[in-house]
């Protein structure tokens, strides 16, 4: 970008008008008396009219418009430090937060509410996403933080430059209608439910059925539900139509019409991570989320 005129010759103005000399601003800004001359020349030079009335010193009508942008400049400067400021100490600044949907609806809101409470100059954002979308919006630099998942019998590292620590575990869970005679057992299996219909609920659910459980699914039907939102799941669930496999978070709003209960042999595992770029210039606000969300996850 080509300056009509170097910034730093508005501060010179600035102290040549307000002190009136030119000698006594060149003692302030220490600069030579022939600097600071230049420096104004090279201002009119520039705007191609006269700035400065010499004697007495004082502004010429485009030297008042220089004065007023360089007042505006200053304070955009001290309003920047004091922004950046805020940023480095976690007072201030911004936190873009990505998760998917069951976490955004229960860790995400007791942290963001102790993160208010603490700092509550710092802006925060929630980014619904899905898993896919994670990677590729952390490298952009569209998010600052994210919450991802795997699978405890399919594990995924996480991906080169960026760098994930453990959140909670989040065992996935039988839904059972209420009227299911199974509805007050402590624990189920597949093999339990031989002949209910299993509602497959979005791909990440159907890969992991597809993979432990195939050979233990028993004969039942089968009802796919393709789709993000699982409360549409649970009501299907609630109307009678089968059961399905979802992680604990997911259902801790699940209606009264929907017994949870924990299945074992085997024990499936979603594994939770927070994750953000392998950077040492993660800022004060962003490592207090993170603690914020580990807090609030232990609670669940």
Known sequence: ????????????????VRIGSFAAAAEELGYTQSAVSQQIAELERRVGARV??????RATEAGQVLLDTEAAISVSMTRAATELAAIADGTGGEVRLGAFISAAASI???????????????????????????????????IDLAITFDYEHAPGPAPAGLTQEHLMDDPIMVALPVGHPLAGADSVTPADL???????????????????????????????????????ALNLVAAGL???LLPRLLLLDAPPSVVVVPMRQPTLVRRLYTCRL???????????????LREAAAEL
Not at 7 to 14: A, F, G, M, Q, Y
Not at 114 to 137: D, G, Y
Not at 278 to 292: F, I, M, N, P, Q
């Open 242 to 244: 089968g059961v399905a």
């Open 194 to 232: 031989p002949s209910d219909a299993w509602i497959n609920t979005a791909v990440d659910f159907r890969d992991l059925a597809a993979s432990p459980l195939d050979g233990d699914r028993g004969s039942g039907h089968r009802l796919d539900f393709d789709g993000m939102d699982f409360r549409t």
């Open 52 to 57: 400065v009335v010499r004697r007495p010193v």
């Open 278 to 292: 392998d950077t040492k210039g993660v800022t004060a606000s962003v490592r207090r989320l993170e603690t914020y």
């Open 108 to 142: 995400v809101p007791p942290a963001f509410a102790r993160l208010r409470a603490s700092h509550p100059a710092v802006q925060i954002t929630l980014r619904e996403l899905e898993q896919r979308e994670t990677n590729a919006l952390l490298f952009r630099g569209e």
């Open 1 to 16: 970008m080509s300056w009509l005129f170097d910034p730093r010759h508005l501060v010179t103005l600035e102290a040549v």
